[in-house]
């Protein structure tokens, strides 16, 4: 018998598409003067005052592990910012883990939660990791679609079509990539109505917390009354901050799911990254200006995009979080990968297709505008070329 390495690999892994968001992005780079709109991050640097931190403490050699939940300092520091920003108590030493990057405190809520064959309800269009690590967590991903006509939002009747027996989890991606969709505090009161009585895990991912842009600020499920205790919240730094590179998140939740959590992270991983922990302590203590200048920049860039695709006849539901854009091209005929692909080579536009998260998403485009106010003005004119001589 020969050995086959592709024969051993786990069939859970091998079955997984790659990020639809990647996709063009090898063909990008290999090609001179392409303007992307497509990465969700942001273009500014990391504020010097945190960088400092950061930079002191390797001066300081401070480059051992620190305990496997965090240090204490940060923990402290994500309890009294949740307090304060959004009236949640978690115990900081209990309730609190600081986890590499957000994608890992996904992953941790999943594989804490789900058994084999348990569902896990996927707002669908959403970001393109969630129904994945629930599959690797031997769960079945449900995908939920919602529509432009309801803002893209989840709805109550949506929600209860949905569930099962089966029902383990439900993901509330919102702020939400790549809609900019946003849920209010009533909406949010009708689905906790919906799951009071059932054992459904929300796990709420709020890394697009802090970057809302109407007159009520973000409200989180586990403020409602009754979801605290059942809601697994999911946020980092990497957009508020702009600290994508350095990698730090955090999960809290009911001390129950965070001490078994605890174990997988232990196993896995350790400890997150000690000068980003430092680092991350500093943007929660003094970050508050940076994160309401680079607000009111993504809005008036978010207001020159959504106008500009408006303009072109691509009619662009207007974001109220996040940093992207989610246009409809149904108009042009193409469909979003044909798009996508056609407007790469023949006008140096990169942008993703909206199928990439979701089949709810095919007939869309996600443009992102965390990018410098010339950047999206030269793309915009690209894209208002490419579709002109489309439709002669």
Known sequence: MSYNPSDLINPKVSGLAPSGIRKLF???????????LGVGEPDFDTPWHIRNVGIRSLEKGRTQYTSNAGLKELKSEISCYLKRKFNLEYNADKQVIVTVGGSEAIDLAMRTVICPGDEVLVPSPSFVCYG??????????????????????????????????????????????????????SELEAIAKVLKDTNITILSDEIYAELTYGKERHVSIAEIDGMKDRTILVSGFSKAYAMTGWRLGYVCAHEDFTATMLKVHQYALMCAPTTSQFAAVEALRNGDDDIAMM??????????????????????????????????????????????????????????????FGESGEGYIRASYAYSIEHIKTALERIEQFISKRRK
């Open 132 to 185: 994945p690590i629930a599959t690797l967590a031997g769960g079945v991903p449900v995908p939920v679609y919602t529509r432009q006509e309801d803002s893209f939002k989840l709805t109550p009747e949506l929600l209860k079509k949905h569930i099962t027996p089966k029902t383990k989890m439900l993901v509330l991606p919102f702020p939400n990539n790549p809609t900019g969709a946003i849920m209010t505090k």
């Open 295 to 356: 607000r009111q920049e993504y809005d008036y860039r978010r207001r020159i995009i959504v106008d500009g695709f408006n303009s072109m006849g691509l009619t662009c539901f207007e974001p109220e979080g996040a940093f992207y854009c989610f246009p409809c091209i149904k108009s042009t005929g193409m469909t979003s990968q044909e798009f996508c692909q056609e407007l790469l080579m023949d006008s140096k536009v990169a942008l993703v297709a909206g199928d990439a």
């Open 26 to 36: 090898d063909v990008a780079q290999s090609m001179t003067g392409v303007i992307s």
